[in-house]
């Protein structure tokens, strides 16, 4: 018998529903973890460790998540008529997609709070798109 697998993905209708809420939570929760990681301290009992790759497997997972919604907005909801109006937009996706990159591959509150600046920017950016 073969195993049906799941399969995630965001409509390719297009069904005309974007937000920018997903990668926001996804990127304060990664520095929540970030935070969590640090305040632990030595990791001298199996409590600690446990929490550790918790927080740890948490924070690639919601890293993984900006990731995917900045893609979903870049590939699905932005046109060229946006690039008339922000000429460097795919410059910020793309630097924002390699900042979640760089956040699962440390444990850095600076590199974090970069990333959850270039979302907080970006959904800025798509807020002034949904009014025009």
């Known amino acids: 018998m073969k195993q049906i697998k799941s399969a995630y993905a965001h409509c390719d209708i297009p069904c005309g529903i974007y937000e920018t809420d997903t990668m926001s939570h996804s990127a304060e929760t990664c520095r929540r973890m970030i935070q969590k990681i640090t305040d632990l301290g030595e990791l001298d009992n199996i409590e600690k460790h446990n929490t550790f790759v918790r927080s740890v497997m948490n924070k690639e997972k919601h890293?993984?998540?900006?990731?995917?919604?900045?893609?979903?907005?870049w590939s699905d909801y932005f046109k060229p008529e946006h690039l008339e109006i922000y000429p460097d937009l795919h410059d910020r996706l793309w630097k924002a997609a390699k900042q979640a990159s760089t956040v699962k591959q440390t444990v850095s509150l600076e590199e974090t709070d970069k990333l959850v600046s270039m979302v907080h920017d970006i959904a800025h950016l798509?807020?002034?798109?949904k009014k025009a």
């Open 126 to 129: 798509f807020a002034d798109t």
């Open 63 to 73: 890293a993984q998540k900006v990731k995917r919604e900045l893609s979903i907005l």
